[in-house]
T-cell receptor
Framework: GESVGLHLPTLSVQEGDNSIINCAYS??????FIWYKQESGKGPQFIID?????DKRQGQRVTVLLNKTVKHLSLQIAATQPGDSAVYFC???????????FGKGTHLIIQP | DADVTQTPRNRITKTGKRIMLECSQT?????MYWYRQDPGLGLRLIYY???????NKGEISDGYSVSRQAQAKFSLSLESAIPNQTALYFC????????????FGPGTRLTVL
């Protein structure tokens, strides 16, 4: 079936560097994409979203890029901080599917 | 998110037992959802409800049932728990369609022995 996936289960970056977390999706009819952050022992927390009529959206220290041609989504975190350490999930919606379809998650580890 | 609460936070039970997980929200949202999270598999949708009289099956509804008692309450039941239902369960709410942000509760860790 259709699914949303991430390229790497774990990503390790130095504190202060920029982080890029990638996600590939397979449902070309999806029209809404979200990035969630999940810290240990907590529920997922919304970070940023983007609709299919956009290719870039910026928030505070975060940017989401959408490439519909290759069905690729990325989350960029600027100047990574220790508090950014968490598992990051991409999710897609629309295209006839029920609810949000989540990827498997990337664990972002911050090296001091 | 403190506006979405789940009880219990942890539960250990035995195979064959009936279990109910509760979810309450103070956000005033019409839409509520139950997800299951397994290691390495992300979150998967079990059931969702768009209002008090509306119940819909998600991707993995077999072995589960739900009840939307009020706008603010959405409970998930395992009629006869089995070990492969051991997982982390999350409730979420939203005030619009799939294009709107979903707010998640803190989760319930369920272990079925």
């Amino acid at each position: 079936g259709e699914s949303v996936g991430l390229h790497l289960p774990t990503l390790s970056v130095q504190e202060g560097d920029n982080s890029i977390i990638n996600c590939a999706y397979s449902n070309s009819a999806s029209d809404y994409f979200i990035w969630y952050k999940q810290e240990s022992g907590k529920g997922p927390q919304f970070i940023i979203d983007i609709r299919s009529n956009m290719d870039k959206r910026q928030g505070q220290r975060v940017t989401v890029l959408l490439n519909k041609t290759v069905k690729h989504l990325s989350l960029q975190i600027a100047a990574t901080q220790p508090g950014d350490s968490a598992v990051y999930f991409c999710a897609e919606a629309g295209g006839g599917a029920d609810g949000l379809t989540f990827g498997k998650g990337t664990h972002l580890i911050i090296q001091p | 998110d403190a506006d979405v609460t789940q009880t219990p936070r942890n539960r250990i039970t035995k195979t064959g037992k009936r279990i109910m997980l509760e979810c309450s929200q103070t956000k005033g949202h019409d839409r509520m959802y139950w997800y299951r999270q397994d290691p390495g598999l992300g979150l998967r949708l079990i059931y969702y409800s768009f209002d008090v009289k509306d119940i819909n099956k998600g991707e993995i509804s077999d072995g589960y049932s739900v009840s939307r008692q009020a706008q603010a309450k959405f409970s998930l039941s395992l009629e006869s728990a089995i070990p492969n239902q051991t997982a982390l369960y999350f409730c979420a709410t939203s005030d619009g369609d799939w294009g709107n942000e979903q707010f998640f509760g803190p989760g319930t860790r369920l272990t079925v022995l």
